[in-house]
């Protein structure tokens, strides 16, 4: 069965500066790796994907992330906060047949502004 | 146009009520889920119909009742509810089951 583990809960971040949320991930065969984004009250969004190719990816916003085969690993990442950023953010994973998403418990993110 | 529909948007309902959720998309996407999502909580996975068959039922208690009556629509018929079940219920869907999967807005659901 596969899981997604991402590292930080909560994170609490001032405007302008940088974001990097951890998410590891086990599975034993080819996955598609997802960054989804929650803003308060609305729904989940698709915020970028990998699936094959270039292993950094660019999303939505200014995000992006890097799926590091060897650890597992597809952190997001943006150089420059906002306030609009605040949201709840979720690693999710799918394997390669008919099956649904995985997800992390997910990070809240809080920008002061 | 990414849009998928849920109605309602708000649901209470009593343990001996039948109601049922729908969700419609017209992107032309042949593979729908039903996710559970608690408060502070991810989704988990429910069900995922492909082509118009279930091909997944995640050990969902039978009081959940999933029907995909064409590749537009999919319900969720409700029956016999627990305070427990209360939750966001979120529908899904995706051009094919390999594919990205784009969500609703959900239909928030309190069981008295």
């Known amino acids: 069965a596969q899981s997604v583990s991402q590292h930080n809960h909560h994170v609490i971040l001032s405007e302008a500066a940088s974001l990097e949320l951890g998410c590891n991930y086990s599975?034993?065969?080819?996955?598609?790796l997802f960054w989804y984004v929650q803003y308060p009250g609305q729904h989940l969004q698709l915020l970028l994907k990998?699936?094959?190719?270039?292993?950094l990816v660019k999303g939505i916003k200014g995000f992006e992330a890097e799926f590091i085969k060897s650890k597992f690993s597809f952190n997001l990442r943006k150089p420059s906060v906002q306030w609009s950023d605040t949201a709840e953010y979720f690693c999710?994973?799918?394997?390669?047949?008919?099956?649904?998403?995985?997800f992390g418990k997910g990070t809240h993110l809080i920008i002061q502004p | 146009d990414t849009e998928v529909t849920q109605t309602p948007k708000h649901l209470v309902m009593g343990m001996t009520n039948k109601k049922s959720l729908k969700c419609e998309q017209h992107?032309?996407?042949?593979?729908m889920y039903w996710y559970k999502q608690k408060a502070k909580k991810p989704p988990e996975l429910m069900f995922v119909?492909?082509?118009?068959?279930?091909?997944i039922n995640e050990s969902v208690p039978s009081r959940f009742s999933p029907e995909c009556p064409n590749s537009s629509l999919l319900n969720l018929h409700l029956h016999a509810l627990q305070p427990e079940d209360s939750a966001l219920y979120l529908c899904?869907?995706?051009?094919?089951?390999?594919?990205?999967?784009?969500f609703g807005p959900g239909t928030r659901l309190l069981v008295l």
């Open positions: 899904a869907s995706s051009q094919e089951s390999w594919e990205t999967q784009y």
């Open positions: 599975y034993g065969g080819t996955v598609n």
């Open positions: 990998y699936f094959s190719g270039d292993p």
């Open positions: 999710a994973v799918k394997g390669g047949g008919a099956d649904g998403l995985t």
């Open positions: 992107m032309g996407h042949r593979a």
């Open positions: 119909y492909s082509y118009e068959k279930l091909s």
